[in-house]
């Protein structure tokens, strides 16, 4: 390749680095996208491709966040000045005796010029810098020896893979920060792996030091890291005098800080300590106290330290939020929909000025895992407006009275049978009326796609329900207009307008009224399934799962879940007086006979592409023969109907091994249909 060529395509790669570094550090720092994310991916992907075609990759080019082949282990990183730590103050009298010493050491009486920062609650890590260019990153370890984290660090977003190139960077500069995770992230990290019945982090902090351990950093990519850069280690060739000179370099360089403010004597430090203590509770992210440091560099010298801490800091400790209590008793609390939680009944316990009584125990996995038992003393810890949870258990203090606690068999609410799915951790109840699901359940039954009740939105379920006036599916069709009279969201004309919703409801067909009934795993499809399957509703009361995974099509943890509602003597008795109240059921999609169920009958199709006639009538056709049209192929597809520029859901047929067929292989297959039942 030519020389001129070499430099056009560096250029190239060069400008889109920079253009897609900058948006990052729009993205993650200052928290402003200047771009849309379909943009950014789009330049993501053109740099990818020239990196692949030219087969090199420029230092700061934003692909190193991702991608590295998984390590063996982590290498030990030694820090070329040792990561102190940080001396402890529990009181403003003990801050006040810290302003004591400094001012004896330095045998003068003026006021000194500090600093005070959040101490935020995460891992601190040291990220080496050499000539602008981010050569290692590195966990504090024993503050003498650290792991090599560098490729996990890379995938921090907001973490900057080179300085500016607008100004000269030093020749060696190690920042060091704490890596922290939004409590909200934490949240959602714990709420997706207790739906994996995965392990769960006891607190944002743990979520932190586990992401960042990870010896394959495509996972400490997918959890949302943060960091604040706090401080620097060894350093050549950048003339700071100050603390606060320091972290104006940092900030001017990318990097994001704390919210740092110089105070001039204790008093002013205390000050702003309380204020920073007020913040605590409405931050999105955890911190542990203030950390408070004299600004000018001279005098940190001048001080200098003791074995494992500097002489020239020290961190104000707020209230732990944890406390030790005991478990008085474990219950189980059924969910908006269904699913069976334990809670602990805790002995109360003021924890961070609050008083904690209870703390969920997430799921039962969670539960055996601790091996948490009533009359247990635990470790309760609460984060931020987090429900407080039990992350301990304190065996040593075990009398030997502690009792394990058990999967209710019914649901302590409603009495009803309660089910766990194979491959999940939660149980749920499986009761139609069970009164901690009903609000839920009868949105859905009145939703356009079930019993089509116009004016059963959820406010108004909300309302009904709040005021005793629909406790069961039934007591919909007792709503009368005297009921609704005088209600708050019911004038006249809408309380008419319900009552005549309610009573076109009545007549429906069995695929609606099933999908209405809002069991688990059975959607639009599944009723559809099960209506051309069952003649009338009585012939699933009961049901078998047999006949049930017979059915093709009818996976089997819907057909263990149409069972298990069907077996439920509570569910039988509240359909009976459903239909009591008047309901019609008709089912036009039985079939008897799969014979005249049309040709296209059990399969499932996927139609991709541009078509002769409009995607919609095609998909018609399909249904009208028995098919079934689905918007996306998976290992449950039939049939690929692929027109021009089929795009992702072609290759993904190919990958599956899926059949391809054409608009007019699909005609020619229901042309050979003798007449359907439609
Ligand atoms: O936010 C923090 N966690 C934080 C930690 C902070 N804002 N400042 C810190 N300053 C220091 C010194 C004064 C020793 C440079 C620190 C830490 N150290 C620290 N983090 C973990 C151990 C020590």
Redesign the pocket.
């Known amino acids: 390749m030519g020389n001129k060529k070499t430099k056009k395509i560096t250029d190239e790669m060069g400008n889109l680095i920079k253009q897609l570094n900058e948006h990052n550090y729009r993205y993650h720092v200052l928290d402003s996208p200047a771009i849309p994310d379909e943009e950014y991916d789009r330049l993501f992907r053109k740099l990818k491709e020239l990196e692949e075609a030219h087969g090199h990759v420029m230092t700061d080019s934003p692909t190193l966040r991702v991608g590295a082949p998984p390590l063996d282990k982590f290498d030990k990183v030694i820090h070329r000045k040792p990561?102190?730590?940080?001396d402890n103050a529990f009181s403003y009298d003990e801050l006040r005796d810290f302003d004591i010493r400094i001012k004896r050491l330095l045998k003068s009486d003026s006021e000194i010029m500090y600093t005070v920062?959040?101490?935020?609650d995460?891992l601190?890590v040291e990220i080496s810098y050499e000539n602008g260019v981010l050569v290692r990153a590195s966990t504090?370890g024993d503050g003498n020896t650290g792991e090599d984290v560098t490729l996990n660090v890379k995938t921090i977003m907001s973490v900057p893979l080179a300085l500016p190139d607008d100004k000269r960077p030093p020749r060696w500069i190690d920042i060091?920060g704490?890596i922290f995770m939004l409590i909200a992230d934490f949240e959602e990290l714990n709420r997706r792996r207790n739906e994996l019945g995965e392990a769960l982090f006891a607190n944002p902090r743990n979520a932190s030091a586990g992401s960042i351990r990870q010896l394959d950093s495509s996972i400490t990519a997918s959890r949302k890291l943060n960091i604040?850069f706090?401080?620097a280690g060894h350093v050549e060739g950048l003339p700071v005098g100050t603390h606060l000179e320091l972290m104006e370099w940092l900030r001017s360089n990318r990097f994001t800080t704390?919210d740092i403010k110089a105070a001039k004597g204790i008093e002013e430090v205390i000050r702003v300590v309380g204020s920073i203590e007020k913040e605590r509770e409405s931050l999105p992210f955890e911190i542990d106290g203030a950390?408070v440091?004299v600004n000018d560099i001279a005098i940190q010298n001048i001080l200098g330290e003791k074995t494992r801490e500097?002489r020239w800091?020290i961190a104000y400790k707020f209230a732990a939020h944890q406390g030790i209590t005991r478990i008085n008793d474990i219950i189980a609390s059924v969910g908006r929909i269904g699913t069976i939680t334990p809670i602990a009944i805790l002995e109360p316990v003021k924890i961070g000025g609050v008083t904690v009584s209870r703390s969920t125990l997430h799921n039962w996995d969670e539960l055996d895992r601790k091996d948490i038992r009533i009359g247990d003393k635990v470790v309760v810890e609460r984060a931020g407006d987090v429900i407080p949870h039990v992350i301990e258990v304190l065996t040593d203090e075990r009398t030997g009275k502690e009792r394990k606690f058990k999967v209710p068999k019914a649901c302590p609410v409603c009495g009803s049978h309660v089910e766990q799915e194979e491959g999940e951790v939660a149980f749920r109840c499986v009761g139609l009326n069970c009164p901690a699901q009903v609000r839920e359940k009868i949105r859905h039954f009145s939703s356009r796609a079930a019993m089509d009740i116009e004016g059963m939105g959820e406010k108004n379920v909300e309302l009904l329900s709040e005021r005793g006036l629909i406790r069961s599916f039934s007591d919909i069709y007792i709503l009368d207009k005297e009921a609704l009279s005088g209600l708050p969201r019911f004038a006249d004309r809408s309380a008419d307008n319900l009552i005549k919703a309610i009573e076109k409801s009545k007549r429906t067909t069995l695929a609606r009224f099933l999908f209405a009934l809002g069991i688990r795993h059975v959607g639009e499809f599944g009723s559809k399934l099960l209506a051309r399957n069952f003649r009338e509703l009585k012939d699933l009361y009961n049901v078998d799962i047999e006949p049930l995974v017979s059915i093709k099509q009818l996976g089997e943890k819907t057909a263990a879940a149409v069972s298990g509602f069907f077996a439920e003597k509570r569910n039988i008795e509240a359909l009976n007086s459903l239909v009591a109240m008047g309901i019609k059921i008709s089912n036009p999609d039985f079939r008897d006979n799969e014979d005249e169920a049309g040709t296209l009958s059990g399969l499932t199709f996927v139609v991709t592409g541009s078509m002769p006639e409009p995607r919609n009538r095609i998909e018609k056709l399909i249904e009208e023969h028995g098919g079934h049209a689905s918007s996306s192929v998976s290992g449950r597809t039939d049939y690929v109907v692929a027109g021009e520029n089929p795009g992702s859901k072609l290759n993904k047929a190919r990958e599956l091994g899926i059949a391809v067929i054409s608009y007019d292989e699909l005609v020619k297959m229901v042309e050979e249909d003798q007449g359907t039942l439609f």
């Open positions: 990561m102190l730590s940080l920062e959040p101490k935020y995460g601190a504090r060091r704490e604040s706090y401080g704390p950390v440091k500097p800091a």
